[in-house]
């Protein structure tokens, strides 16, 4: 199975960007659908957004459509969360997981999860 590593959490200002990194060493990694969630402090998890496989196709939050932007690079085992126009409310601790099929916005559709990376969006 593959297994989720997040990187590039950190702070950034209202109105500023960072790129979350998603990798994993097994060659599955190209033939699996993949999707970003997140949570913060007394808030249940949420869905960020998710990727086929082939990264040709994505879909988003409403939250965050418009902002955040998915990319899957199967050459490099990498997928990407680009966030742009950050808001307070993003503030979270950002996981990705690989989901059982495509198009799936539930936690309960996806098996293997990273540790999460923190991301802090000051005002």
């Known amino acids: 199975h593959v297994q989720p590593v997040e990187s590039g959490g950190g702070v950034a200002q209202v109105g500023g960007s960072l790129r979350l990194s998603c990798t994993a060493s097994e060659s599955s990694f190209d033939t699996a659908d993949m999707g970003w969630f997140r949570q913060s402090p007394g808030k249940e998890r949420e869905f960020v957004g998710g990727?086929?496989?082939?990264?040709?196709?994505?879909y988003y939050a409403d939250s965050v459509k418009g902002r955040f932007t998915l990319s899957k690079h199967n050459n490099n085992n990498t997928m990407y969360l680009q966030m742009n126009n950050l808001k307070v409310e993003d503030t979270a601790i950002y996981y990705c997981?690989?989901?059982?099929?495509?198009?799936?916005?539930?936690?309960?559709?996806?098996?293997?999860w990273g540790q999460g990376t923190q991301v802090t969006v000051s005002p």
């Open positions: 997981a690989t989901s059982r099929t495509f198009n799936c916005d539930a936690d309960y559709d996806y098996d293997y």
């Open positions: 990727i086929k496989w082939s990264g040709e196709s994505t």
